[in-house]
Structures are given as C-alpha cells and as structure tokens.
C-alpha cells in the first residue's frame, strides 16, 4: 500500500495544500525458480528444562512455541546460502489509474533486466551475511520474551472435568461443563484427530486404528497382530490334604485352575465406536463402545481349563488340561468408565514422563474411608452384546482321561438346545460383576497406590510400598450361579460320553484274583466259618434266611431290619457327614448330610454267600435306588439383588444355604462278588471297647483283613427317575438345567442304561477295588482302630451302656455316652422290635424266635434236647415215710416259643440303679398254650413203698408272667478290653463281674448285692393243663390221673400246682442256694476264661468244705409225694 499526495513545498510544480492524499494497493508478484537453500544451525535445548515443561502449559495451543522455546538456551543460524537459477520480472498491479500501472510495471521490468544477473550472483551474499544476522538477532530477542506460563495457580483439591478436557469449549458448555477452556484446545484438536484419521473406516469397513496402533501394539505383546496373551495361571482353586477317610480313600485333593487366556481378532475395530466421549451427566464418567469381528474375522477367546484330581493311589486319579475356545462373529462392548484425575497434578505433569505408565496411574486418588466424594479408577458399567453364530469349542491339552477328546459333539448338542447362549449370557454376567466387583476394584487400587512409587517426578517415588490389605478373590452369587449352571449338564455330559466309549463293549466276567496274604496266618473259610464259633455258619445262614425272605407284612427281611434300625418314617437313610468342605475365594461349600434313597424297596436280597473259601456273592435288586446330597454353600457377596433380598428375609451373606442334589434310579440290580482275607486271630483278638463306637466298626474289622478285592461288580438300572438340583440357585437356572437335562436324557438316556452293566463292570469294579485297597492300607494306619478307653476304670453303667445320652440322663446316668453308640444303637433296635405288636397284638419279636427255633430243631417256635436233660437222687424223710427217689427228665421239647405277648422288656435299666435291669415278658399269649413236653423217669423204694412210673409229661401254659431283676456289676477295663474270640465263652463274661468273698463252704460273705445276683423274680400262670402218656407205670393213680387231667376241676388243681411249682422255682432261684452256687461260678470264671491273666488250661476247680445241710422242710417235697402217691 502506497499513499500520494502533492507537496506541500513552496519551490514544488504541483501544490495542493487542501487535497486529500491518494492511497494505492497495489500488488507485486515475484517467481523465483529453482531455489536452492542450504542452512546451518546451532541450537542448545536444555532437556532437563524440556523435560520438566509442564503439560497443563502445552495444552493451549498458543503456549506451545513459547514453552518450547523456553528449553532453548542458544539458538543462531551459522550459515545461510539462497541460490537461484531465474527471477522472472516482476509485475505491479492493482493502482488506480491504469496508465500508472503500465507505466510502473515497464519501468520495473527494464529496471529488473538491467540488474537481475546481478542480484542473481549478489543473493547467496545477501542471505549470508544481512538475511542471517537479522533472523539471528530476532532470535535472540525471542528466546529472551519468549517465557512458559507455570500452573501454580490450579487449585489443588479439583478434579479435573473431563467434559472440558476432551470437549470443545461450546460443547462443553452444553454438557454441563463450565466451558470456559479451563484446559485450553489442544485436547479436543487430538480428540479430532484421532476420530478423523484413527477411527474413520477404510474400504473394508475397519476403522484405521487396527493398521496403525491395534495390530503393532498386539503383536508387540504377542507376536501376532491383534491378538493378546495372558500366560500363566490366571486362577487356582485348590482344595489339600482331604481329612475325612471317605473321601480319602477317592482323592487326596482337587485342584481347579484357568490360565493362558488369549484373545485374538481385536484388530477387526469397526463403527460405531466411542472413545473416551465425556457423559454430560457426570465430570467424571467417559463412554466407550467398541464394535469388533467380523464374518470373516471373528473374535476368538480361549482359555485353558484344568481339573486336577490327586493322590498316588487315588483311584480317580487325573490330570485334564483342556482348551475351550469361543468364537464371535460379532461382538459389541459397552464400557463406561469413572476416574477422578487431580486437576494440579495432571497439569504440572512433566514431559518427561510421559511415556511412564505408573506416572498417569499415580495422578488418580484411591477412595479412603475419609473421602467425602467417590474416587479413584473404576469400571462404573458394562455389556457385552454378541449377534447369533457363537461357537464353542474344546481340545484337549493333556488329559488323562482320553473320553474327553470326544466332547466336541455333545458340545454342539447343547448348544442346538441352547445351553451355551444360556452359558455365554451367564459368563459376560459373571465378567461384568468382577470387573465392577470390589476384587478387581483392590487390583486397580493396588497399582494406584503403588504407582507413586514407580513414578520419577513423584514425591514418594523409591519409598517402600506401605502394607495394605486389599480385597481378595471372592465369588459372588452369579459365579456360583454360573459354575452350578456349567457344572450340572457337565456332570451328565461326562456320563454320556462314558456310555459312547462303553457302547461296543460286552459285560466283562469275573476277574481271577488272587489275594496277597502273609505265610502262617490262620485265615476265616467263609465255607466253614465252624472255626470260629460252632454256630457262626448256623447264624450266617439264619441271618440271610432272615433278611432275604418275606415277612407276614411280604417285605424282606432286610426291608423290616432297615425300617427298624436305620431308615427314619418316611424309609430314607440319613447319613450325617462332618466334612470341613471347600473354600475358596470366599465361597464355601461343605457336605453335611448323605441321604440314601429306597432302601425300603428290596425285591431281591441274597447276600454274603460264600462261595469259595475266600469269596462272598452278593445279589440284590430294588425298585428304587438314590442318594440325595444336601450341601451347605455360603458366599460372601452382599453386592447382588438376590443377596439382598434373602438378607431381608433372614440368612446373611455368609450363612450357608443348603443345595440338594438328588439321583434316583429305578428297577435296579446289583451283582457283586467280593474276595476277603480275613485273619481269624486278628479278628479275634479285636476289643470290644475298640468297636463300642460305630464310627470305628468298619476300620476296625478292615484291620483284620490282609487283602480285599472286588472280582465282580454288575449293575442294571431300568430307568433314570430324577436327576436334579435345587436350593441357592436362581429360577431360571433351575429352568434351564431342568430343561437342558431332560433334553440330555431324552437324547441319551436308551443309550446310558443300555452301557450301565459294561460301564460297572469294566470301569466302576476297577475303581471300587482300588477304593477297597485305600481303605484297608487306611485302617492298618496306627489309631485307625483306637485302643479302648483306659481312664473308665469303675462298674459299667447298664444306663449309659444301653440308652441314648438323654434317656440315660434321665435315669440318673451320666448322660455322656462313654461307652459309645453301638450297644444304644443294637438296644433302640430291640426296643422297637419289643414293643411292636402283630394283627393280633402279640410281640413282633416272636418273628425272630420262629426263625432262630427253626434253625435248631426245623420247626417253627419250638426247641428240643433229645437224651438225658436232668437225673437227681433224693432221700425223703416225711411223717415217718422214709423213701429213696430216683427223678430223670429227658427228651425235653417246648413248644410255641413264639407266643410272646406285647410288649416284652429285656435288659430294661432302671432309674436310680447303675447295675439292675428289669426284665418282664409274657408267654402263651394267644391262640396256642406255651407248651413243655418231656419224658420223666420217677422211681421210688422205700419202707412201705415202691414205684417205677416211666411217663412223658406234658403241661401247656397260658399267658405265663415272668419278671425277673437282674443286678449285675460287671467291671469297666475288663469289660472294654473283652477279645472278641471269647464272645461266646460264658466263663469270660462271668469274669467280667465283679467277684464276691466266700468262705471256706463257698458261701458269701460281706455285702449281698454285689456280684451277679437275681432279685425279684417272679413266675406266675393264668393257666395250666397238665397231660400225661404213660409209657410204663407201676402207679394205678397215675393211669387214673392220666384220664382225668382234661377236666375243669383237673386244670384249675393242675393250675395251682403249676403256681405252686413257680413259686418253688423262684423261691430256689432267689435262694441261698443257687446264690452260692453262682457265687462259685463267678470265682471260679477268671480260670476259665482264655484271655484272663489268671486263665489255667487244666483248671480242676475249687475246693470247699462239705457244709452239713439242715434237713428239708416237709413242705418242700410235699408236691413230689403226691404225685409218687
């Protein structure tokens, strides 16, 4: 711009002192070609001030050059050289008046042609030496002006609102942000950026970032472009040192892990997606959705499952590591993230650090219990949305087990019934609450906190990290939900594919063992268990008669004991089982109760019948068969709305709350043959005090057994009644696993019961025998077989030997059960069987007399002694009849045994009385007498008489009261150290009791309740028939009597005289006399007894001095001259 005006001068040819001056915009165009510029420069950056520029000074665009500028201590340009090959004239237009413009732009143009080769040559020249020395000189004023404004001013307890770091100041306005440009432009200009050059999509509809950034950055980690690996144990749930032997003796541990997660196809980024976009509803929260996969390129997620089941000799022992993979055509995340940034530490955050991850960590707070405001990194939401078309898959890694490299066609099963979208929805569930959960919240507060520490520019950077507790693991709801959800169909996956592999295979036979025993040992012939105990194989075969024949109400034998010993009203089995259970991550699960289902439908029972001499068969059948677990499961979860509505409702968070779990089959029919090496000697050196406790049976006897094994094991099951779980688990879970299960067996169940007896008997008797193994090597152990009690050193309490704790309690015992459960137990079992009537109200325990009369002498109720039972000589002095009587009795039958009335009291403690037992029972009761039939041999010679009746007396009794007190006062020690070799020897329990002082004739002294004495006893008859058949009788009143003895009048004096008999009977029993006759029984015991100290083989017994005897009342043998009469 030029301006013109005329000269105000004197002495000028144009004046125009008045006129306005002339102002012309003109334009002067040059074109240098081929220019060439070489330059050198000198520039001093001081890095420590480049480094320490604060980044809240570069995020306003205008304050970028003076920072930068600011880490320059010297800058100058040394050299400067501009050459040039042509300068095209230049052109001047745009005057005011055209004729100027020509006149001007032909001057310039000659004038430029005269100079331009000489401003072409003096270039170089002019750049070198005017050009540089300006531009140096305006360097240096600028380094001096030039200055970094500084951040002292930022408050230091704001925070910083990302609406007005990421928006444009308009935009942030609108979003409820302040809008002032607090954080000036620069971020929303990289916001800009990356949406316009990193998130815009190229030709195949990926966003640019999966070239530029995704794919180096993933295969920097991985070695492959988008995928990202995460080696290494990513959980371990281990359950050690299993401590109940039932367990054991499957598996000593259980070992669940995850690990090698990997993800690949994250390089497959498309729209829509948000990145890092602030919410206009909260500073503080930032939206991000990504969209990734592809048809062609979907997004695959694996990670390997390993389940571990361990112990040397565990029979279940293995060790699977397998691979399940997901795939995702397509998938969308949804992710809403909250961080509170400090506003005075971002912005004096130098640059320096840029690149230091822990440093950006460390300018995030980590919420205390003083916050008065949320703080810290979290994940505030999450979704995962997935199309249709995810696949899974699974591979085996290494298994043990190799029936699981067929897992892929029951896989796709499920998945045709929907169970894998059903596990894929669970899942993401499951990953949201943990990525929101308070563990992975203590991750991210853990690396916060440390962050500081790894952070240069920070005050704390080097310290020692303070010890902190942080949040563990800990399940919630919905991962127990989810693990129950998977773990169901899993189970009834496992047992299809075991049916596969077992579909070819036939019913293997029974397996020829042989059984490892030491040289010498005297074994049990379970053909000929006569070693023994005379009458063990009498019994044995007594005992399968019993539980396998048909009662009058047509259950078996077994069914009535079970009913009555075991099984509660509604025929269940209740096992209670003390389990410390599994925990881990804050979920605990523990077994407490095994019920076993259908033990009161036996159809078939023959068991334990030898047929070899080490073999027991063993066949029953049922109609049904169960078992119903009940699991206590607890997790420590209060963040879930069903948490929240069972707290409501009653049970805490970390209550446990009972899982069912129930398996029933029916119609089915087990086959077993079991080998055993059962050493007598062992067996019958066992203490009874090691036994008294039923928890200690079965490792006891196993003690006694050198080798066990299982040679057959057959199992045929008619159908799968009931496969289910409840309890804990959502409704819809429930849905789902009952749907997916009756699909399962809807699909496979003809194929499962068709495999059952291959499966049993290839694979299960395996597994069985070795358990057996575990289980004897476990019950050889030291104290698997306790030594019985030695602090119990006084007089058994018959009250807590026999009766549960509180009805001991309740006689006045010690309520402590110290002797154990199982004579309470064999006692509630007599009890029960005492006091239960028949249809016609007679004791159900005349079932067992019928059976056990039977055995002896093949007819029901009835026992005979054939031969000589009874002979005695007596010399009778009465009113002057003096007579030498010789009375035999033999062939004694009696008959109708199984008459007794209800209810019978056997072995009943009495209040108040450690040692006395009450026993009262009725006989003859119903239909039939209680009949004694035998052959009597009376002869007689005397003064004035002389006889020889050889006659077969019988008498038939109704409804006979018996009630006997028995005081017994049997020592503790030797009580509970009784070998079970002697159980049979009477001499050994005599010497059990305790033993009273006799004198010289055997006759007691000191206290008279001590020892074994019968108190009370009492015999009476309501009525009595007396029969007689002679077969040789020199008394014409005996034939007499023979004829008469069906009359009234005869059974009401036979009746009298049968009263008058007990009476006698009760008086002699209760006497002195048999008193002192057990008395000396009772001394003489210990030296008969075996396993006694005192024990003499040839024993001759005791002496004492013949005792003259006062001669007898006349009364005593009234009755017997009566009848000799």
Request: hydrophobic share 40%.
């Amino acid at each position: 711009e030029a301006e013109m005006k005329a000269s105000s001068l004197d002495e000028a040819v144009i004046v125009a002192n008045n006129s306005p001056p002339i102002k012309e915009q003109f334009t002067i165009e040059f074109i240098i070609s081929d220019i060439e510029i070489d330059a050198s420069i000198f520039l001093g950056i001081n890095t420590e001030t480049l480094g320490n520029l604060e980044l809240g000074s570069m995020l306003h665009s205008k304050n970028i050059l003076p920072c930068l500028l600011s880490a320059v201590d010297d800058a100058e340009i040394t050299g400067l050289s501009v050459t040039v090959s042509d300068i095209v004239p230049p052109t001047l237009s745009g005057f005011i008046d055209d004729g100027i413009d020509h006149l001007i732009s032909t001057g310039a143009v000659s004038l430029f042609e005269m100079y331009e080769k000489v401003l072409i040559r003096a270039m170089p020249n002019f750049f070198q030496i005017y050009v540089r020395d300006m531009v140096n000189d305006f360097i240096d004023d600028a380094l001096d002006v030039y200055k970094c404004p500084s951040n002292d001013d930022v408050e230091l307890e704001t925070y910083i609102d990302f609406r007005d770091m990421f928006l444009p100041s308009a935009e942030a306005a609108l979003a409820g942000g302040s809008g002032d440009g607090r954080h000036g432009n620069v971020m929303p200009w990289v916001m800009d950026i990356i949406e316009d050059q990193l998130l815009s999509s190229n030709d195949e509809g990926l966003l640019v970032i999966n070239d530029m950034l995704i794919g180096p950055l993933t295969k920097s980690q991985s070695g492959v472009e988008g995928a990202l690996k995460l080696n290494g144990t990513l959980l371990d749930l281990n359950k050690e040192e299993v401590t109940l032997d039932i367990w054991k003796a499957f598996a000593d541990n259980l070992r669940l892990t995850l690990s090698d997660l990997s993800i690949s196809g994250l390089d497959t980024l498309r729209s829509p997606v948000k990145l890092l976009e602030p919410r206009s509803s909260s500073a503080h929260l930032l939206e991000n959705q990504l969209s990734l996969g592809t048809i062609d390129r979907p997004l695959d997620v694996s990670v390997q499952f390993g389940i571990q089941v361990g112990g040397a000799t565990s029979p279940l022992a293995s060790d699977n590591i397998m691979d399940l993979q997901l795939t995702m055509p397509s998938m969308e995340i949804l992710a809403v993230l909250f961080a509170t940034v400090h506003e005075s530490r971002l912005m004096k955050f130098p640059l320096k650090d840029a690149l230091n991850y822990s440093c950006w960590l460390s300018k995030i707070p980590v919420s205390t219990e003083s916050s008065t405001i949320d703080v810290g990194l979290a994940m505030h939401y999450l979704d995962v949305l997935f199309d249709e078309g995810v696949m899974a898959k699974t591979k085996c890694v290494t298994c043990s087990n190799s029936w699981l490299e067929d897992l892929n066609s029951i896989v796709e099963f499920l998945d045709e019934n929907k169970f894998i979208s059903g596990l894929k929805s669970k899942a993401l569930a499951i990953a949201s609450d943990l990525l929101q959960g308070d563990w992975m919240q203590g991750v991210v507060d853990k690396q916060i906190t440390s962050a500081s520490q790894r952070c240069p520019h920070d005050s704390a950077f080097g310290s020692v990290v303070s010890d902190q507790t942080y949040p563990k693991f800990k399940g919630t709801r919905d991962l127990v939900d989810g693990i129950l959800y998977a773990g169901f169909p899993l189970v009834q996956v496992i047992a299809v594919i075991i049916a596969q592999k077992h579909s070819s295979l036939e019913i293997a036979p029974p397996v020829d063992m042989e059984l490892e025993v030491p040289d010498g040992v005297n074994l049990i012939d379970l053909t000929d268990m006569s070693s023994v105990a005379g009458w063990a194989d009498m019994a044995l075969e007594e005992v399968r008669n019993y539980l396998g024949g048909t009662t009058e109400s047509s259950d078996l034998g077994i069914t009535i004991m079970l009913q009555s010993f075991a099984l509660d009203g509604n025929g269940l089995l209740n096992i209670p089982i003390e389990d410390e259970g599994f925990d881990a991550g804050g979920v605990k699960l523990s077994l407490f109760g095994v019920t076993m289902v259908g033990l009161d439908s036996f159809t078939f029972f023959d068991v334990l019948k030898a047929s070899g001499p080490n073999t027991f068969g063993n066949s029953v059948k049922l109609e049904t068969l169960g078992v119903t677990l009940k699991m206590g499961l607890s997790v420590e979860d209060d963040s879930s709305e069903q948490e929240r509505m069972l707290s409501e409702q009653g049970p805490a968070a970390n209550e446990m709350e009972t899982i069912t779990v129930s398996f029933i089959l029916k119609n089915v029919a087990i086959d077993a043959s079991l080998l055993m090496a059962m050493d007598q000697d062992l067996m019958g050196e066992l203490k009874l005090g090691s036994i008294l406790d039923t928890n200690h049976i079965f490792s006891c006897l196993l003690s006694t057994v050198h080798s066990v094994g299982l040679s057959e094991f057959v199992m045929e099951i008619g159908d799968i009644e009931e496969f289910s779980i409840s309890g804990f688990i959502s409704e819809d879970t429930n849905k789902s696993i009952q749907s997916t299960t009756e699909a399962i067996l809807a699909e496979y169940k003809p194929l499962v019961l068709s495999t059952i007896p291959a499966f049993t008997s290839n694979t299960i008797r395996p597994i069985l025998h070795d358990i057996m193994q575990i289980l004897v090597g476990t019950a050889k152990d030291d104290g698997a077989c306790p030594e019985p009690e030695t602090s119990l050193d006084g007089i058994l309490d018959f009250r807590d030997l026999l009766l549960s704790e509180e009805r001991a309690m309740e006689l006045l015992g010690r309520g402590n059960s110290p002797y154990g459960n199982l004579f309470s137990l064999l006692y509630s079992f007599l009890e029960d069987l005492m006091s239960e009537t028949d249809e016609i109200g007679l004791s159900k325990m005349n079932v067992l007399m019928a059976s056990l009369t039977k055995r002896q002498s093949n007819e029901l109720g009835d026992l005979y002694y054939p031969g000589d039972i009874f002979k005695q000589d007596l010399d009778i002095a009465l009113n002057g009849l003096n007579a030498a009587i010789e009375l035999g009795v033999s062939n004694l039958r009696v008959s109708n045994i199984d008459s007794l009335g209800a209810p019978v009291k056997m072995l009943q403690p009495m209040v108040g009385e450690s040692s006395v037992l009450n026993n009262t029972a009725s006989i003859g009761v119903g239909p039939e007498p209680f009949r004694t039939e035998f052959r009597l041999l009376i002869k007689g010679k005397g003064d004035q008489v002389e006889v020889h009746n050889d006659l077969v007396l019988g008498l038939g009794l109704e409804n006979v009261g018996m009630m006997l007190e028995v005081l017994a006062q049997i020592a503790e020690q030797p009580f509970l150290n009784f070998p079970l070799q002697d159980v049979l020897n009477l001499q050994c329990w005599l010497a059990t009791v305790i033993t009273p002082a006799l004198d010289k004739y055997g006759i007691r002294v000191g206290e008279d309740d001590s020892g074994f004495v019968l108190k009370n006893l009492a015999l009476a008859v309501a009525e009595a028939r007396l029969d007689i058949e002679c077969v040789s009788c020199s008394s014409p009143l005996i034939v007499e009597m023979a004829s008469k003895l069906g009359s009234q009048e005869a059974v009401e004096d036979t009746t009298a005289v049968a009263n008058m008999i007990f009476d006698y009977l009760s008086n002699l029993l209760g006497g002195d006399f048999v008193q002192s006759g057990l008395d000396k029984l009772l001394n003489e015991a210990a030296m008969k007894c075996p396993h006694s100290p005192s024990y003499s083989q040839n024993f001759p017994g005791l002496k004492y001095d013949e005792l003259i005897l006062s001669e007898k009342s006349e009364d005593s043998y009234g009755f017997l001259i009566a009848i000799i009469a």
